[in-house]
């Protein structure tokens, strides 16, 4: 495979550290630029096992980041769910909100937003954690105020050095987290204000659903209905939730449950973040797909304006590097000419925009994967070349008739068009009926 396209596959490396017991150890962190230079992203898969407090004092990103809270058993996020997460947002610091998450949960924290402290104050079951910062680099900023005098200070992978060794760089080896006997005097942090934590006694949980977007929408079909938790039903909860604003509600999404028939390969329910579908303003797209059985996916298509990250790991997020499967990749520098590599270890692999890539064989499966692509957009959308017998005898008197006429037509798909192949007034919601039944809709069509 060509240099170009080799230095966009990344093999993660097991992390072995010291956080805690509280926390599963090896983790796998892909940390963007350092791995894959010129990468748009961070993410971490963490295992958490035990409550903490995990952040102290609130602090923003130059940024957009996501927080995905999940059960630790895939696919069905839900069933192992068991946590209680308190979680603290807002435009500035006097009007954070707490956010009691009790249930598989996504939160967008917009660019400059604070936020934290972040509590995990009950994990009776093992959880997913992934922090998904929008940038190469990971960095945050905080406000200190030593007797009135305040001022912005910022930390970050460009000048981020270890806390115990200033002569080193942090590597989150979290030596410092489990041991804070051995920290330094921290600095006086600005105080902060909670605008809705006493006081409140109700709160609606409809999250950032379009009612007409839904799974249960009309908008939508395949999917049973999905509703969110009352948060009188939550067990074992040990504070009351408060309302939050309607900016706030924006930003939190309890995840849908999506029962899918995409075949025995890909086994229901899934959890997709689907963007600008759930969630107003997204600017971000993720499934949590395993895979079970060798299959083939998509043609050779290019995404525009945005960079797209696919992981290949494997499926108990407590043991991702249990990996035994070999899966064959394509990029290219048009369709006609397609190079491929074989992967056979947890790979991060970043796709630029207007890059040609796919198919994607998965071929050996000796033992399930963990599929996720994360698109860095909140509209998923994919541009296929279109073949010389799909084109229209228009097109094609068209093109012989102009000495310009373009001698490539080119096809778009996305989450704004993507209409259900049994039903056209229905939006596609890629619940895979017609990945089990291609016939039904061939015949009929």
């Known amino acids: 495979m060509q240099e170009k396209y080799e230095k966009l596959f990344y093999e993660l490396e097991p992390q072995e550290t010291n956080w805690g017991d509280w926390c599963h150890s090896p983790q796998a962190y892909f940390r963007g630029d350092k791995d894959i230079p010129g990468a748009g992203m961070n993410v971490g898969f963490q295992v958490f ?17 996501y927080l995905v809270f999940l059960g630790g058993k895939l696919p069905d996020v839900f069933d192992s769910w068991d946590a209680e997460v308190h979680f603290y947002m807002g435009e500035s610091l006097d009007k954070l909100e707490k956010i009691v998450i009790t249930e598989p949960t996504i939160v967008k924290v917009p660019k400059g937003w604070w936020h934290c402290p972040l509590n995990f104050v009950r994990i ?19 406000l200190i105020d030593e007797g009135g005098r305040r001022q912005l200070v910022y930390a970050g992978d460009e000048l981020n050095i270890c806390t115990l060794d200033p002569a080193k760089d942090c590597d989150y080896c979290g030596t410092c987290f489990s041991h804070p006997e051995r ?9 902060w204000t909670v605008i809705n934590e006493d006081g409140v006694d109700s709160y609606t ?3 950032a659903y379009d009612p007409s977007k839904s799974p249960m929408g009309s908008d939508c ?27 706030i509600t924006k930003c939190v999404l309890a995840c849908p449950k999506e029962e899918t028939s995409w ?25 949590y797909q395993i895979f079970t059985a060798a299959n083939d996916m ?55 925009p207007n890059v040609w890539h796919c198919p994607i064989l998965f071929r050996k499966m000796n033992k399930p994967i ?28 068209e093109r012989a008739a102009r000495p310009f006429a373009r001698t490539r037509t080119y096809n778009y798909m996305g989450d704004d068009i993507r209409k259900c192949k049994y039903d056209e007034r229905k939006r596609c919601n890629i619940c895979g009926a017609c990945f089990r039944k291609p016939e039904e809709y061939l015949t009929e069509g």
């Open 49 to 65: 096992k035990a409550p903490v407090l995990l952040e102290r004092e609130p602090h923003f990103h130059r940024e957009d980041e």
């Open 124 to 142: 009776d079951k093992p959880m997913l954690f992934q922090a998904v910062l929008l940038a190469g680099k990971f960095g945050s900023v905080k």
């Open 183 to 191: 920290l330094p005097e921290r600095p006086p942090f600005a105080k």
């Open 205 to 207: 949980d409809k999250g």
């Open 221 to 247: 079909v395949m999917f049973p209905g999905f509703k969110s938790k009352a948060y009188s039903d939550a067990a074992k909860l040990k504070a009351e939730k408060p309302a939050l604003t309607p900016e």
């Open 263 to 287: 075949g025995a390969w890909c086994p229901s329910p899934q959890f997709y973040f689907r963007g600008e579908i759930y969630m107003e303003n997204a600017t971000y797209h993720v499934g």
């Open 298 to 352: 998509e043609d050779p298509h290019i995404h525009s304006g945005a960079e797209e990250y696919i992981f290949f790991m494997g499926a108990d997020p407590m043991n991702i590097f249990d990996f035994d499967a070999e899966i064959e990749m394509f990029f290219g520098d048009d369709p006609e000419h397609m190079e491929s590599k074989l992967i056979t270890k947890p790979t991060v692999v970043r796709i630029p």
């Open 370 to 397: 963990l599929f996720q692509a994360a698109w860095l957009n909140g509209t998923w959308g994919t541009i296929v070349q279109a073949k010389e017998e799909e084109l229209t005898e228009e097109q094609k008197a």
